[in-house]
Antibody, heavy 118, light 107 residues
């Protein structure tokens, strides 16, 4: 069955960096676009980054552009999000998701919490 | 960015009720509209893609309709496990924006 498992979240000071990972299994990882979506505590969902199957095409929302970088390693079935210059408003649960039919996020990981605080 | 607006923001209903949630896009998105269900402390679950196509394994009491700017999610007969928050999302153009959510509560 499809499984996505995020890791790498935690507490970081403003201006700091963090690298999130998402381990994929149960499907051919290299066949799918992948995304990162976040949810601030008690708030709605914000789609922030996606990456094409080969990794050559990426997209980042304006809120994270220039600070976050999405990447993937198809040999390791892994998705990454490098987060630099973190701010308090980056505090959220970060989910990785598989982009399936209709460009919908058909499978989600359980999420990893990133807290940016001094 | 395309703005997605859901109504109502919250809704109280009883088991067995028929419920409809509406999602409106700020511009036409054809049928690039997805619906998700989220329960407290859990990741969202995909229900419907392309406005009206049911994801595999989703009960048939869920249905979606619409195109252009106006969309609906209907639950034909509410079950206890359906009480959750529902989000719409457009995947017509990046950023793939979400609605603010509709919290469905037990009456």
């Amino acid at each position: 069955q499809v499984q996505l498992v995020e890791s790498g979240g935690g507490l970081v000071k403003p201006g700091g960096s963090l690298r999130l990972s998402c381990a994929a299994s149960g499907f051919t990882f290299s066949d799918y676009y992948m995304s990162w979506i976040r949810q601030a505590p008690g708030k709605g969902l914000e789609w922030i980054s996606y990456i094409s199957t080969s990794g050559t095409t990426t997209y980042h929302a304006d809120s994270v552009k220039g600070r976050f970088t999405i990447s993937r390693d198809n040999a390791k079935n892994s998705l990454y999000l490098q987060m630099n210059s973190l701010r308090a408003d980056d505090t959220a649960v970060y989910y990785c998701a598989r982009e399936g039919r209709g460009l919908s996020s058909d499978y989600w990981g359980q999420g990893t919490l990133v807290t940016v605080s001094s | 960015d395309i703005q997605m607006t859901q109504s109502p923001s919250s809704l109280s209903a009883s088991v067995g009720d028929r419920v409809t949630i509406t999602c409106r896009a700020s511009q036409s998105i054809s049928s690039y509209l997805n619906w998700y269900q989220q329960k407290p402390g859990k990741a969202p679950k995909s229900l419907i893609y392309a406005a009206s196509s049911l994801q595999s394994g989703v009960p048939s009491r869920f249905s979606g309709s619409g195109s252009g700017t106006d969309f609906t999610l209907t639950i034909s007969s509410l079950q206890p496990e359906d009480f959750a928050t529902y989000f719409c999302q457009q995947s017509y153009s990046t950023p793939y924006t979400f609605g603010q959510g509709t919290k469905l509560e037990i009456k």
